[in-house]
């Protein structure tokens, strides 16, 4: 019985001098948050900005694609919003405690008028109606249970404007 004793203490013994010999020295990676830094530097150098009144603002890219561009990332972006509302994340706790604030809808997701997706959805639609690509209806395009693939209104027939 005395040896088992004896052999837990040593165990235990050899556990927290491991843990007492790296603690003196011991720096965290030095790189780690150059990684972080660095995708904050190109988020911010990409134009993703939003401003203080929570409206999108375009970036320089994003108002150099075409019509054909513009038309397919509002229609993805339209999808990804549609299933987010749909098919709230989260656990039982974090719905019900986000149902309890004003910025969300019934299901417990993030209601689109107050979302940062619905702003550069709108941002981008207002910029297809200054390029003369159509606007989306984005009002019926969200609506819940609309599963179709939405397209423009107001697109030009025929060939597509490049520019």
Request: hydrophobic fraction near 35%; include cysteine; charged fraction near 20%.
């Amino acid at each position: 019985m005395r040896t088992r004793i004896v052999a837990a203490c040593a165990l235990a013994l050899f556990v927290l001098a491991g843990c007492a010999a790296a603690m003196p020295g011991y720096v965290p990676d030095k790189g780690r948050n150059r990684i972080a830094e660095a995708a904050a530097k190109s988020k911010g150098e990409a134009g993703v900005t939003t401003a203080t009144d929570g409206s999108y603002v375009p970036s320089a890219a994003e108002r150099g694609y075409n019509c054909r561009r513009l038309t397919g990332i509002m229609q993805l972006k339209i999808q990804q919003v549609r299933d987010s509302e749909a098919n709230p994340s989260g656990g039982l706790i974090s719905s019900m405690m986000s149902k309890s604030t004003p910025r969300h809808t019934a299901t417990g997701a993030p209601s689109a008028a107050y979302s940062p997706e619905r702003a550069q959805l709108a941002a981008l639609n207002n910029l297809m109606a200054e390029k003369n690509c159509g606007r989306f209806d984005l009002d019926a395009a969200l609506k819940p249970g609309n599963t179709d693939t939405p397209e423009p209104v107001g697109a030009p027939k025929g060939k597509p404007k490049l520019r």
